[in-house]
């Protein structure tokens, strides 16, 4: 971290080995500070693919990383509007850097809703100890929902795990990776339930390999897990396809985290742009102006752009409280709510990322295209991401619920 942009850890409170426990005002503050911290070499490790191995020990004893442990384990428990918010103001600074915890959150949500109390009393320690949660989600080399490859089999009194995921953001600098599979059965090999085996980042048998080549996101490390004959204890699974066999905000909850990346993208290459032209842009002769940042024609397209970044932000904060109120008071109607307040936040943050990112080259200039600038680099963060989910299926469900009151469906991408 740079000089300066340090906390005061007197306002914390600690509890032995564990993490801070903050509020909701010192879990902004503090983000907001690490943002500025990482936005200083944000560019740097985007060109040569530094990976943020030092940043995130930063994140981790910040505290922040454990502010949605329930109170009733010790926690901060805060409320899904703050989240985002940290998120953002993290994505502000390197959304890199935001991306590699996505997955730890969710999966301190999915111990919420399926953990034993005893997985949940162990894993909330850990993440209050500082111990954080990877992924390994996505099938590698599948093309059809029944091509599921990774598969828990009985094996003694535990289960062996086998298989290989592919965009396991987090993984490489994980205590701890959850894993997606099916369990193994004689009627149906391969396709049983759903369930998430929590396996050690050490433990024999697995493989991180860092074989991320994204052309944005350079340094969320998402690269590859291989699972070979790794034993799971019976403990250390629960299940995850029991989550969505009612209301649920889980799903919500993830896509909300997503747009908050999204958003921060936004506004830092808003930011930079606005940066560039004041300092190094040339006006156009014809706007018969001595700076650029008096041209009528620049002027006009940053409030044009302003417009849709704030768009994508207040959304992002009415997204966050319907989830609250969601999970405040849980039924189909609350949570179908919740979801289509984040859809529309994240076809939102999703156009805001792409079109700004994109515009900033047109109101900078041609000197704005320097490769040395890495001033792309939002450009291609944000098509990088926003990738991840498509935006049109988001509309499709806000559109179907405008017309006919339709309600979207109930699974982990709404």
């Known amino acids: 971290m740079s000089a300066g942009t340090t906390w005061s850890t007197t306002e914390l409170e600690t509890v032995g080995s564990r993490v801070p426990v903050l509020t909701a005002a010192q879990a902004v503050r503090i983000a907001g500070l690490l943002a500025d911290a990482l936005s200083v070499e944000a560019a740097h ?198 989550t969505f066999e009612g209301p649920q905000t889980y799903g919500a909850f993830a896509q909300l985290l997503h747009a908050a990346i999204d958003a921060g993208i936004a506004r830092a290459a808003l930011a930079e742009a606005a940066a560039f032209v004041s300092t190094k842009s040339r006006p156009y002769p014809d706007a018969g102006v001595e700076r650029a940042i008096d041209d009528p024609l620049v002027v006009h397209a940053f409030g044009e752009m302003e417009l849709q970044v704030r768009a994508a932000e207040a959304l992002l904060v009415e997204a966050g409280r319907a989830v609250d109120a969601a999970d405040a008071d849980l039924t189909e109607q609350s949570a179908a709510l919740a979801s289509l307040a984040v859809a529309a936040a994240r076809a939102s943050s999703t156009q805001a990322s792409v079109d700004v990112s994109s515009r900033l080259f047109e109101v900078a200039g041609t000197r704005s295209a320097l490769a040395s600038l890495d001033l792309d680099r939002h450009w291609r963060n944000a098509r990088t991401h926003t990738l991840h989910d498509p935006a049109a299926w988001k509309v499709q469900h806000l559109g179907r619920f405008a017309v006919d009151g339709t309600l979207p469906p109930n699974h982990g991408q709404l």
């Open 45 to 242: 490790r985007d060109a040569h693919r530094v990976l943020p191995a030092t940043e995130l020990e930063s994140l981790t004893a910040s505290g922040l990383l454990a502010i949605t442990v329930p109170a009733e384990h010790g926690g901060a428990d805060l409320p899904a509007e703050t989240v985002a918010e940290v998120f953002r103001l993290i994505a502000s600074g390197d959304p890199s850097v935001a991306q590699i915890p996505h997955s730890h959150f969710v999966y301190v949500n999915a111990l919420r809703h399926q953990g034993t109390t005893a997985q949940q009393e162990f894993f909330f320690g850990e993440v209050l100890a500082g111990k954080r949660f990877g992924n390994a989600q996505s099938e590698v080399g599948t093309r059809h929902v029944r091509d599921i490859r990774t598969t828990l089999t009985p094996s003694g009194a535990g289960w062996l795990l086998n298989g290989t995921k592919g965009y396991s953001t987090g993984a490489l600098f994980a205590d701890w990776i959850p894993v997606l599979a099916h369990l193994d059965t004689e009627s149906d090999p391969g396709q049983g339930p759903l369930h998430v085996a929590w396996v050690e980042r050490t433990a024999p048998g697995v493989t991180v390999v860092d074989d991320w080549d994204g052309l944005g996101q350079r340094t969320t490390a998402s690269g590859t897990v291989v699972l070979q004959d790794v034993a799971v204890q019976a403990a250390r699974i629960t299940p995850y396809h029991l």
